[in-house]
């Protein structure tokens, strides 16, 4: 597991969920990556690998974001199996930004890696040092104000080369 942020921290009690995600499919034979995530609800997600679908967020950063997606020569050094994001004003003013996600990268020289993610960044007036509780769909983090008085913080969980079921070890997950 990885922790990093700017500002702020983790602090202790945080959750991991038990009924996340629980299997993925089947490597793919042309880019090396898992063809679909299952969570607890038999839930299955596929890549989001178009910059032409309406539902993925694209265009992925692929050296030619224009063109659709192939591997290896136009392939996004980043895209998801799963995103979710809430932006919002929390009691006091707090600008907050929730973001989970299932995300896949590729650095171009033949290494994959999936891995979960939590991130917040909450600004606005945060005492400095404080411990915050946020409750969201997985459960319940701690939150430790940096000395700016705002907190961005990230968990990355399972990252590491070509390591797909790292990411079950996280709280991200069953899909919203």
């Known amino acids: 597991m990885a922790i990093a942020g700017p500002s702020g921290g983790f602090g202790e009690g945080g959750t991991q969920s038990a009924d996340?995600?629980?299997?993925?499919?089947?490597?793919?034979?042309?880019?090396?990556?898992?063809?679909?995530?299952r969570d607890s609800n038999g839930e299955e997600l596929e890549p989001c690998l178009s910059n032409s679908d309406p539902m993925c967020n694209g265009p992925l950063p692929a050296p030619n974001p224009d063109a659709e997606i192939s591997f290896p020569g136009n392939f996004p050094d980043e895209f998801f199996y799963f995103t979710g994001e809430a932006a919002l004003t929390?009691?006091?003013?707090?600008?907050?930004?929730a973001h989970y996600a299932i995300e896949g990268i590729y650095n171009?020289?033949?290494?994959?890696?999936?891995?979960?993610?939590?991130?917040?960044?909450?600004?606005?007036?945060?005492?400095?040092?404080?411990?915050?509780?946020?409750?969201?769909?997985?459960?319940?983090?701690?939150?430790?104000?940096?000395?700016?008085?705002?907190?961005?913080?990230?968990?990355?969980?399972?990252?590491?080369?070509?390591?797909?079921?790292?990411?079950?070890?996280?709280?991200?997950?069953?899909?919203?």
């Not at 929390?90 to 930004?97: M, Q």
């Open 108 to 176: 171009g020289t033949g290494t994959q890696n999936v891995f979960g993610r939590t991130r917040y960044r909450i600004r606005g007036g945060a005492e400095p040092g404080a411990t915050y509780k946020i409750t969201n769909p997985y459960g319940v983090d701690n939150v430790v104000a940096g000395d700016d008085g705002t907190i961005f913080v990230t968990d990355d969980v399972g990252v590491g080369d070509q390591n797909f079921n790292g990411l079950m070890k996280g709280q991200v997950g069953p899909f919203l």
């Open 90 to 97: 929390a009691n006091g003013g707090f600008d907050v930004l």
């Open 20 to 37: 996340g995600i629980v299997k993925f499919g089947p490597l793919n034979p042309v880019d090396g990556f898992p063809d679909w995530y």
